[in-house]
């Protein structure tokens, strides 16, 4: 059966947020950890964050499927 094209971003029972398709019990596709420090500073809204993060991941992953590859020396990581 194949997998199912629509993904959901849950929070798991460990606190961590993923991201998985809607049917299927494998692994998840991607996962966040706050930390507790984290979490407080964020106010109990790490959720949201992470929902922008995942947004932000997807919107980049689609523009490396149109664009190719980014250059090594466009890339910096902070």
Do not use: C, T, W
């Amino acid at each position: 059966m194949p997998s199912s094209p629509f993904l959901e971003i849950v929070e798991l029972e460990n606190g961590k947020v993923a991201l998985r398709r809607s049917d299927d019990e494998a692994a998840p596709l991607v996962v966040i950890e706050f930390s507790g420090e984290a979490q407080d500073f964020l106010q109990g809204h790490y959720i949201e964050v992470a929902k922008a993060m995942i947004n932000a991941g997807m919107q980049v992953a689609g523009q490396v499927m149109e664009e190719g590859e980014p250059h090594a020396e466009d890339r910096v990581l902070h």
